[in-house]
């Protein structure tokens, strides 16, 4: 992928006080920079993309905060500024007197490509959700789809740039979105009402929307949906399973809603009586779970998705990532909403290898029960007793949510973990076809191979 950071790198670093600016040249992965942290009576902090750093011992004083103020762009009501042509953002702190003692300084980047794991999928048409945690590239990968739908797909592309951090600070819009046109938002508060404004005055084709969090804006994104317009965004959420649960964006996928069944039906479901259902169509029609730059999984059909979520039915989900080479690799493989998205990757990035077994440290789980699973599933696992060599850590629910000290080791060490509602037969079978996806193929596992040379470090340090 190509990085666009050049100038516009310098531009940010010109408005930092002199002593962090030259500071900051000295650092050899300067280009990797991502944040600089300027907090009164604290020292300077920066995060680069595989590292932290305190840049310096001197504390941050009040001249220096405005020494940065003075230089960027004004602060509008959500506490953000911007330098006018680029995609920089700042972030101001304010006491209880309004005053800034505190300011984020994020480096915005356009970079070609990053769109490229989930192209095919915008250009067919769909709705597409983003999801994923701060500083993963929601943005950037929403900046790069406008792009790609203004420019190679030729549409009418709408941007709604509520803090303008898709399109830069200032009236003419950065290059990076090509030939989209950029609505800009007064306040926060006012993104809903310009969302719907965007439709009815200006005829998109697509509408590109940044950060939807209110149930107002949820609202908005449904009403464009049923006119016809394609829409993509990005939302607050890790995964698909956190934004069923927030009652505030749960609309987005659907909504949830309690259903009593007759006795027949919850015999034939093996459910209690009451039970959650999907309460209508969905928004969107995709949804895309962000790990880094590099990787996403993709759940092409939401509402299959929140259905067997929300039936607790095994599911599948579309990992996708860049090799070395920038060529887009895909996998499905199932999915356990106990694992998160990076140690999905890490059950299914692995060297398939025959004959060797997959080293399971047990907690509260009847040992001689899964060894009698396995092996009427033809499944090769090795039992234990170092968690510190262990490639999957199997718990209960309880010893789970007590957070056990063994639990929160293995979380230190970054073993996998999975939790089984009760330690019974029907648990143990589902959690070995999970870490098990090729059912076809007995005796050949998935050995976490590059997880373990990840933890190298840890264990030495253990």
């Known amino acids: 992928m190509q990085k666009v950071v050049s100038g516009e790198l310098d531009t940010l670093l010109n408005v930092l006080p002199p002593y962090v600016r030259g500071l900051l040249y000295q650092q050899s992965d ?11 009576g604290r020292p300077p902090e920066v995060r680069f993309l595989h590292r932290d750093l305190i840049l310096d011992s001197r504390e941050i004083e009040g001249v220096d905060i405005d020494y940065v103020v003075s230089r960027v762009g004004e602060f509008t009501g959500d506490n953000r500024a911007g330098i006018e042509r680029t995609l920089h953002r700042i972030s101001a702190m304010r006491n209880r007197n309004g005053q800034i003692i505190g300011l984020t300084c994020r480096v915005g980047r356009a970079v070609f490509g990053s769109a490229k794991m989930i192209q095919g999928l915008v250009e067919s048409g769909k709705k597409v959700l983003l999801l994923g945690p701060p500083g993963v590239g929601k943005t950037t990968m929403l900046r ?10 030729k549409k009418r592309v709408v ?52 950060e939807i969090g209110t149930e107002l804006e949820a609202q908005a994104a449904r009403t464009i949906a049923e006119r016809g317009v394609q829409l993509v965004g990005t939302a607050h959420g890790n995964t698909l399973e956190n934004l069923i649960m927030n009652p505030t964006l749960s609309d987005l996928v659907g909504g949830i809603q309690t259903v009593t069944l ?14 959650l259902e999907r309460k209508a169509p969905p928004t969107f029609d995709a949804v895309v779970e962000i790990v880094d730059y590099y990787k996403v999984v993709v759940h092409p059909s939401v509402s299959d998705a929140v259905d067997t979520i929300l039936h607790q039915r095994p599911t599948q989900v579309e990992l996708r990532w ?10 499905k493989v199932p999915s356990s909403s106990r694992l998160d998205n990076k140690q999905k ?14 080293r399971f440290y047990l907690f509260g789980v009847n040992r001689v029960r899964l060894e009698q699973v396995a092996m009427e599933k033809q499944r090769d696992l090795e039992i234990i007793a170092d968690i510190k060599q262990a490639e999957l ?27 089984l509602k009760s330690n019974n037969v029907a648990q143990m079978r589902q959690c070995l076809d999970t870490v098990y996806p090729v059912a076809s193929e007995p005796g050949y596992i998935y050995h976490l191979q590059h997880l373990l040379a990840k933890r190298h470090n840890s264990k030495e340090n253990a």
């Open 144 to 153: 790069e789809l406008a792009r790609v739908l203004a420019d190679d797909s």
């Open 345 to 358: 990757f890490a059950l299914s990035e692995t060297k398939e290898l025959k004959g060797k077994p997959l």
């Open 393 to 419: 850590f199997v718990t209960t629910r309880g010893h789970y949510r007590s957070k056990a000290q063994k639990v929160r080791d293995a979380e230190i060490l970054g073993v996998p973990i999975y939790v």
């Open 262 to 275: 007759g006795d027949e039906e919850a015999r034939r479901r093996h459910t209690q009586k009451s039970v």
């Open 30 to 40: 300067c280009s990797d920079l991502l944040e600089i942290i300027l907090d009164l």
């Open 159 to 210: 941007v709604i740039d509520t803090s303008n951090e898709i399109a830069g600070d200032g009236d003419i819009p950065h290059p990076a979105i090509g030939h989209a046109r950029r609505m800009q938002v007064a306040t926060p508060a006012r993104q809903h009402a310009v969302m719907i404004e965007a439709v009815e005055n200006h005829m998109p084709e697509v509408i590109i929307i940044d």
């Open 322 to 331: 860049m090799d070395e080479e920038g060529e887009v690799r895909n996998k």
